[in-house]
């Protein structure tokens, strides 16, 4: 029935669970969403939504990507809310590379006007995160230890997510809260090629789940770095699964991919690419977030933040 609604984008990858033949498939609906149909089983199925202010390429936001909720259900009964949102580092422009460091071009910031936006940013976080019922917060491009600001948010959000239930780890550049789960922790990686440091790996033994937060680099189409990237995925994914067998794996975040249908960003590697046949794509209801194209000097919406689910084969969320 799923097959008459919904065309297949991508081809179905089979695990075995138990007596269970699952197959993920990837349908193209009005959401651009993905569905993973279980047979003998109740479907999972993934929705994206857009929350708090949308961005748009012509009036500047604090942040230049919008904030994202993946939600996993089985049927009506919501099984997992994901919130990612990659909140903009302080304002800046590269020199050396001549490119600014946020969509709509800012070249400065003054610590002064940067701790106000973090304040603002703590408070939407806490709003989002309570209003959209998340379990988890995923947050990319908070200040790195060493940057102006860097123990600022994080201070902000233990207070405002902690009364809701969450804690919250810091390492690098992101920041992942965890609901209900008070001893998440960090899982340490193998050495990666091309992705190095660009993902938090976190793992939730109350969820019985491994969160990837991720702000990975961009890669040039059909370059030797988009290859390396797709195999730091998979040594990721491979790690991660051995370590923890029973759990599933949800990567979330900024990809700096675009779709492969997309007509923006042309020269940018695809996602599909990047994460195709490792489990259950969940795609944006739209362009994510606003770049700026020097060529034409001027914003544009594109696309940067996906998420995926792999299931773990000998067990099904609770």
């Not at 075995?16 to 003998?40: D, F, K, P, T």
């Not at 857009?50 to 500047?60: D, I, Q, Y």
């Not at 233990?158 to 209900?180: C, D, K, N, W, Y």
């Not at 050495?191 to 990837?212: D, P, W, Y």
Request: with cysteine.
């Amino acid at each position: 029935k799923l097959k008459a609604c919904f065309p297949v984008v991508a081809r179905p990858r089979a695990c075995a669970m138990g007596n269970v033949l699952c197959s993920i498939l990837a349908h193209e609906c009005c959401w651009r969403a993905a569905a993973w149909q279980s047979y003998g089983a109740a479907g999972i199925h993934v929705t994206a939504n857009f929350v708090g202010t949308r961005v748009s390429a012509e009036n500047p936001t604090d942040s230049d990507h919008n904030a994202i909720v993946f939600i996993f259900r089985a049927g009506e009964r919501s099984l997992l809310r994901i919130l990612s949102w990659n909140v903009l580092c302080q304002y800046g422009y590269n020199e050396q590379y001549g490119f600014p460091y946020d969509g709509f071009c800012r070249r400065s910031e003054s610590n002064e006007a940067y701790l106000e936006r973090i304040s603002r940013t703590a408070i939407e976080v806490a709003k989002l995160a309570a209003y959209s019922h998340v379990d988890v917060v995923l947050l990319q491009e908070c200040a790195h230890v060493g940057e102006f600001g860097h123990d600022v948010l994080p201070k902000q959000l233990e207070l405002s997510l902690g009364p809701q239930g969450f804690t919250v780890l810091h390492e690098g550049e992101f920041l992942t809260a965890i609901r209900g789960d008070a001893a998440p922790a960090t899982v340490p990686l193998p050495k990666l090629r091309r992705q190095a440091e660009q993902i938090h790996a976190v793992h939730s033994t109350g969820l019985n789940s491994v969160f990837l937060n991720v702000h990975l680099l961009w890669d040039l189409r059909d370059s030797g770095e988009e290859r390396r990237s797709r195999s730091d995925i998979e040594a990721t994914i491979g790690h991660v699964s051995t370590k923890f067998p029973g759990a599933h794996i949800i990567l979330a975040g900024d990809t700096n991919r675009v779709p492969a249908d997309s007509m923006v960003d042309e020269e940018a590697a695809t996602v599909e690419q990047l994460l195709g046949s490792l489990g259950l794509l969940c795609q944006p209801p739209g362009p994510t977030n606003v770049r700026w194209c020097g060529a034409e000097k001027g914003s544009e919406l594109t696309y940067a933040d996906f998420a995926l689910w792999v299931p773990a084969c000998n067990s099904m969320p609770a």
